[in-house]
């Protein structure tokens, strides 16, 4: 139980669930992981179609904009710090106007 706790794939959303979201160019937008709570052996980042600015907050909440009108998909990543395995979250759709 406990090994199936540490290798949990991780979620991702913009909140409340949400897994597509509409903004404008330049808007701020946050990008929430949960469901990995094993911070201490994997190092987090974001992966994006895209030139986004992203600020990473927390391992679990980054501030991400996009500054040109598009389609985007958004994924965590989660590599192990001894490179034996990796973790890949669901994919999450941001479209900016």
């Not at 991400?64 to 890949?88: E, H, M």
């Amino acid at each position: 139980m406990i090994v199936e706790a540490k290798n949990r794939v991780p979620f991702i959303d913009f909140g409340f669930g949400f897994t597509d979201k509409t903004v404008n160019a330049g808007d701020n937008f946050t990008v929430w992981v949960s469901g990995q709570f094993n911070e201490n052996n994997f190092v987090y980042s974001l992966s994006t179609n895209g030139s986004p600015t992203i600020t990473k907050v927390s391992n679990f909440e980054y501030i991400v904009s996009y500054a040109s009108a598009g389609t985007y998909n958004i994924t965590a990543n989660l590599v192990a710090k001894d490179k034996r395995k990796s973790l890949i979250s669901n994919t999450i759709t941001i479209n900016v106007i």
